[in-house]
């Protein structure tokens, strides 16, 4: 059974504070992995990443993927109360079906 | 541009009833999934069509269908509701079958079964 396990489940820091949000996957056909941001409906959309190693960054949010150890993790640097949110993980299958199978999210809660 | 468009935002339903819900994509894009997120848990795959054809099913009973137009728009509609239908349902659109230009989420529709 395809899985998806993001850790912590909830977290919360001060504002400025460095945060790592961990994501760690089992699944068969393997496509991409994909981070997103649920603050109250809409998930939206940080990052894609296909290639281990390569760095994805965008202001101070960066994400990097581990293909052989099956994992990816989100850093967010001098965190802001905007940043408050539900950070969800999600891998791409492939194979004719292109599903996108979720983690339970981390819960991030920024203090002023 | 206009993003991904759901309707209705909000639904109160009896358990037994039906209901469908409505999605139009991002125009362009031609691929529409369906997604179920209870509270506290990750988004859950349910359908996935593009152009015109399922081409993924979740692990969701028969009371779950969908469809999709000719103009790309969606349906979903879930028959015999129980309690546990209660959930954010979300709707997707991609440019393509495969996510390669990302997957963009609409802002759901909130379905209450009592």
């Known amino acids: 059974e395809d899985k998806v396990v993001q850790s912590p489940l909830s977290l919360v820091v001060h504002e400025g504070d460095t945060v790592t949000l961990n994501c760690s996957y089992e699944v068969t056909n393997f496509r991409s992995l994909l981070w997103y941001k649920q603050e109250k409906k809409a998930p939206t959309f940080l990052f894609m990443l296909?290639?281990?190693?390569i760095e994805k960054k965008s202001g101070r949010l960066s994400s990097i993927l581990d293909k052989k150890e099956l994992f990816s993790i989100l850093n967010i640097t001098a965190t802001q109360t905007g940043d408050s949110a539900v950070y969800l993980c999600?891998?791409?299958?492939?194979?004719?079906?292109?599903?996108?199978?979720f983690g339970k999210g981390t819960k991030l809660s920024v203090i002023p | 541009d206009a993003g991904v468009t759901q309707s209705p935002t909000h639904l109160i339903k009896t358990r037994g009833q039906h209901v469908t819900l409505r999605c139009s994509p991002i125009?362009?894009?031609?691929?529409v999934s369906w997604y179920q997120q209870v509270l506290g848990q990750g988004p859950q795959f349910i359908f996935q069509?593009?152009?015109?054809?399922?081409?993924g099913r979740g692990n969701f009973p028969d009371r779950f269908s969908a469809r999709q137009f000719p103009n790309y728009s969606s349906e979903l509609n879930v028959n015999a509701l129980l309690l546990g239908d209660s959930a954010l349902y979300l709707c997707?659109?991609?440019?393509f079958g495969q996510g390669a230009g990302g997957y963009t989420f609409g802002s759901g529709t909130r379905l209450t079964v009592v």
């Open positions: 997707a659109s991609s440019l």
């Open positions: 999600a891998v791409e299958l492939g194979a004719g079906s292109y599903q996108l199978t």
């Open positions: 296909t290639s281990s190693g």
């Open positions: 125009s362009g894009h031609k691929s």
């Open positions: 069509y593009y152009e015109k054809e399922e081409r």
